[in-house]
């Protein structure tokens, strides 16, 4: 039986974010907005919220016997219909993905894998059928999985396809961002650790990838957290240090041809970490990280400071947006300021 809560929203305005009740103190690493009225979140202690009526309201979705899982990405496709990625060690019982097609009044296990090592990162849908996931690496090469028939069964990628990643280079799975896909064949992969800073990238759903380098800055608890992308060849990639989110140094990177190449896009830095990012229309972009929110109407080349909010993922669908954090925080965008100027 699907057990629901109401949580009703409280309509404060902070800066440019109206904070809403989620009545939880789960960690929230992801957020999946649909329209103006529909937006899942997922997080910690198996948490899943979700809203239909513009945040005004928020669901509690109780996916069983999963109060250990981190659901650290979630894909939605409709009001009815979504997959939810736990991270974790899978000889942990930590790798799973879950899909529900109702709403959330039940869920069905998709996918699950016990390997050690084995900790998903992303997750991503080119349409309603095929999708594509992807771990940190086994034997020096990430573990990929796709999907053709809408995440109800998974298949992995041949690892002889994927560059080896090199010694320290893993991803973050901070925003649900490390992976994002574009049109109907293209994807990215962010890298991040010692030696990372790179982007992996398919154009043909995931089956071969090559590889390309950034110029922002790799370590041990640094690197690339979150990748965009407007079109095929336009894209953006942004991160920080999670141990030190108030580090300062270029840390978004841009590519004009597809995630080839890629340079430093910043004449002035969104200092600090920056988790994930969003497109609001074809040259404004909204990044959030632990270090604050702000904004570049200049596809990356400069950035305006929103306010000091530390929220971790954000998603936008034409003006309606909604970002993520800790201890329960889901806010929703007011775009008063991007109005003025980001037209």
Same mark, same amino acid.
């Given at each position: ?47 899943v919220l979700r809203t239909l009526d513009g945040g005004t309201s928020w669901q509690k979705l109780t996916v069983p016997n999963t109060d250990q899982l981190d659901f650290r990405d979630i894909h939605a496709f409709d009001s009815q219909t979504a997959i939810i ?60 999985? =796709? ?63 090559? =590889? ?5 800055? @790799? ?25 030190? =989110? ?87 965008? #007011?775009?008063?300021?991007? #109005?003025?100027? @980001?037209?």
């Amino acid at each position: 039986m699907k057990y629901i809560l109401l949580f009703f929203v409280c309509q404060v305005t902070f800066a440019q974010w109206i904070v809403q009740n989620s009545n939880t103190q789960a960690s929230f690493r992801t957020v999946s907005a649909i329209d103006k009225n529909t937006c899942w979140v997922s997080g910690s202690g198996g948490t899943v919220l979700r809203t239909l009526d513009g945040g005004t309201s928020w669901q509690k979705l109780t996916v069983p016997n999963t109060d250990q899982l981190d659901f650290r990405d979630i894909h939605a496709f409709d009001s009815q219909t979504a997959i939810i990625m736990s991270a974790g060690d899978g000889s942990e019982g930590k790798a799973k993905l879950y899909k529900t097609i109702d709403g959330g009044a039940s869920w069905k296990l998709v996918y699950s894998i016990d390997q050690k090592g084995v900790f998903f990162d992303s997750i991503d849908f080119w349409d309603r059928q095929h999708g594509i996931a992807f771990s940190d690496p086994i034997d020096g090469k990430f573990y990929i999985i =796709v999907t053709s028939d809408g995440g109800d069964t998974w298949k992995r990628v041949n690892s002889e396809n994927i560059p080896a990643v090199k010694d320290g280079e893993a991803a973050f799975a901070a925003s649900g961002t490390a992976l994002v896909v574009q049109g109907n064949t293209n994807a990215w992969i962010g890298t991040g650790g010692e030696n990372g800073g790179r982007v992996f990238y398919s154009t043909d759903q995931g089956q071969t990838w090559q =590889v390309s380098e950034t110029t922002i800055k @790799a370590g041990k608890t640094s690197g690339i957290f979150g990748v965009r992308f407007l079109d095929a060849k336009t894209g953006i990639a942004i991160g920080g240090n999670y141990e030190d =989110v108030k580090e300062a140094f270029l840390n978004v990177n841009v590519t004009k041809d597809g995630g080839k190449t890629w340079t430093a896009a910043s004449q002035t830095i969104p200092a600090g970490l920056k988790e994930g990012v969003a497109i609001y229309n074809k040259n404004t972009l909204i990044a959030v990280g632990p270090s604050g929110t702000c904004y570049s109407t200049n596809w990356g080349k400069t950035w305006t400071k929103i306010d000091e909010s530390a929220l971790h993922a954000v998603s936008f669908v034409g003006k309606s947006g909604w970002a993520v954090g800790g201890k329960g925080q889901i806010v929703k965008f #007011n775009d008063a300021i991007l #109005n003025q100027g @980001a037209k």
